[in-house]
Nanobody
Framework: QVQLVESGGGLVQSGGSLRLSCVVS????????LGWFRQAPGKEREGVSC????????YYVDSVKGRFTIFRDNTKHTMYLHMNSLKPEDTAVYYC????????????????????????WGKGSLVTVSS
C-alpha cells in the first residue's frame, strides 16, 4: 500500500523559513513524478512545485519562484520543499502528490492537479505564516 506522509508544517513569522518533508512508502520513490500542492482557506488547491522522476526537471508557480526549492532524495524515500521568505499569503495546507505514469510535463502536473491523473495524495501539513 502506497502512503505519502507530510511533516514539517507549523507557525512561522513572515520572512521565516520552513522545510516540509513527504515520506513515500510502499513503492520506490524514483518510480514517481512528485509535487507539492496547497490549499488556502476559501481557495482552490494549486500546484506549488513539481519535479519529474527522470531528469529532475522542476516547475514552480510564479508566486514562489526564488523562495521555494523542491528536492527529492530517492535513497531516503523523501521529497522536500524548502520554503524561505515566507509570506502570509503562503498560509495553506500543503499536500504532496505522486504520479506513477506522467502523461506530460511537470508543469502540466502542477497546473492541472487532479485532472492530470494524480495517483496518490498525502493528508496535508498546515503552514501558517503570521504577519
Amino acid at each position: 500500500q502506497v502512503q505519502l506522509v507530510e511533516s514539517g508544517g507549523g507557525l512561522v513569522q513572515s520572512g521565516g523559513s520552513l522545510r516540509l518533508s513527504c515520506v513515500v512508502s510502499g513503492f520506490p520513490l524514483d518510480y514517481y513524478a512528485l509535487g507539492w500542492f496547497r490549499q488556502a482557506p476559501g481557495k482552490e488547491r494549486e500546484g506549488v512545485s513539481c519535479v519529474s522522476r527522470i531528469d529532475g526537471s522542476t516547475y514552480y508557480v510564479d508566486s514562489v519562484k526564488g523562495r521555494f526549492t523542491i528536492f527529492r532524495d530517492n535513497t531516503k524515500h523523501t521529497m522536500y520543499l524548502h520554503m524561505n521568505s515566507l509570506k502570509p499569503e503562503d498560509t495553506a495546507v500543503y499536500y504532496c502528490a505522486a504520479v506513477v505514469t506522467p502523461i506530460s510535463t511537470v508543469q502540466d502536473m502542477c497546473v492541472m492537479g487532479q485532472a492530470y491523473g494524480i495517483d496518490y495524495w498525502g493528508k496535508g501539513s498546515l503552514v501558517t505564516v503570521s504577519s
